[in-house]
């Protein structure tokens, strides 16, 4: 008879795959309720479990407990019994963190949407009444929206822009979406010549003026209110950015590509990060998850790859040059294309 020892297991074990996949829900939910009992802000010094059950009214010993997890987490430390947020965590996880965001703590609504899920996937989403491009930011979440773009993505666009060969040579550029104006301004500061249009939603332009007085860079930055789709936005403009600010349909899209491109003169550069997502929409991860829930949420979005996004830019006179990937949360695209010359073959 057959040693059990001597038995070669039919299949590899795929268990320990699919309990991790499971426990994501159990380490999101600890990682929620900690933000919403404000706990790491509570734990810029360290304390007992004790003592922070009396802060959060909790009970000691199950707060030992979920202590101890938020520790395996690595999102607190540990030591002679007392708990700390670590200290290059703490402006990301405390409620007075310089980059903390509260899309951390999911809202009531998109809890309900991700709990409800088998249910919205059979009946179908509540449509929302505007694109996601007319949502608004207030003065708060776009300061911390500037800050984090600060921690290195906008001057690692900044520097792809101003190696172009067309960039010292550029007059006038616009960007659209810009909020905080941080793009345009640090493009300014490169160029001594070049004048900075942000145009962005009505409600928005006295935010950008705020910074664009703060970097003093008032004689050839300014802001501009208006309807990315709708509205005309003047002409003969050198270079156009969009930003990771423009989510809506398809259809939007294009008639905002066609706009872009009858502000640009030809030869006009314009310059995309947009989040990605492959051709055939099996990944990325985050970038799947994001789409989804905008679609469950009734969002009007669509994410688009980077071939929709090179096909949606041919169409509107558009011949895309270069490209490259941004390994961010949810991975992004930069996409650099030039608007055709119909006087040049």
């Not at 009992?37 to 810029?44: G, Q, Y």
């Not at 402006?91 to 919205?120: C, H, M, T, V």
């Not at 996937?121 to 929302?128: D, F, N, R, V």
Request: glycine fraction near 8%; include cysteine.
């Amino acid at each position: 008879m057959e040693k059990l020892t001597d038995i070669k297991p039919p299949l590899e074990d795929k268990n320990p795959f699919l309990r991790d996949l499971a426990a994501n829900f159990k380490k999101g939910q600890v990682f929620q309720t900690a933000l919403e009992l404000d706990v790491f802000t509570k734990l810029k010094t360290p304390m007992t479990a004790e003592a922070i059950s009396r802060e959060t009214g909790t009970d000691p010993v199950l707060t030992g407990r979920f202590l101890d997890v938020l520790v395996a987490l690595c999102l607190l430390a540990k030591n002679d019994g007392a708990y700390v947020t670590p200290a290059d965590l703490y402006p990301f996880l405390a409620d007075d963190g310089l980059y903390y965001s509260k899309q951390l703590l999911l809202s009531k609504e998109e809890k309900r949407n991700w709990l409800n899920l088998k249910e919205i996937l059979i009946h179908g989403p509540q449509e929302k009444e505007k694109p996601d491009y007319q949502y608004f930011y207030d003065r708060k979440s776009m300061e911390l929206i500037a800050r984090s773009t600060l921690l290195g993505r906008l001057q690692k666009i900044l520097k792809i822009v101003i190696a172009l060969p067309e960039f010292q040579a550029a007059r006038r550029l616009i960007d659209f979406g810009g909020g905080h104006g941080l793009f345009g301004i640090g493009l300014a500061q490169e160029n001594p010549y070049l004048e900075v249009v942000i145009f962005d939603r009505p409600g928005m332009a006295e935010i950008s003026r705020e910074f664009i007085g703060k970097y003093g860079m008032e004689k050839r930055v300014r802001a501009v209110s208006g309807d990315y789709v709708k509205d005309k936005q003047g002409a003969e403009y050198d270079i156009a950015l969009e930003i990771l600010s423009f989510e809506s349909n398809l259809d939007d899209v294009k008639q905002f590509y066609q706009n872009v491109a009858g502000c640009l003169r030809p030869g006009g550069i314009f310059i995309i990060q947009a989040f990605a997502i492959k051709a055939d929409r099996t990944g990325p991860l985050n970038s799947l998850l994001h789409d989804l829930y905008k679609k469950i949420a009734g969002r009007n979005m669509y994410m688009m790859s980077s071939g929709e996004i090179r096909e949606a830019l041919e169409d509107a006179g558009f011949e895309a040059e270069y490209e490259t990937e941004f390994h961010d949360a949810i991975p992004t695209q930069l996409i650099i294309a030039r608007k055709k010359d119909p006087h040049k073959s």
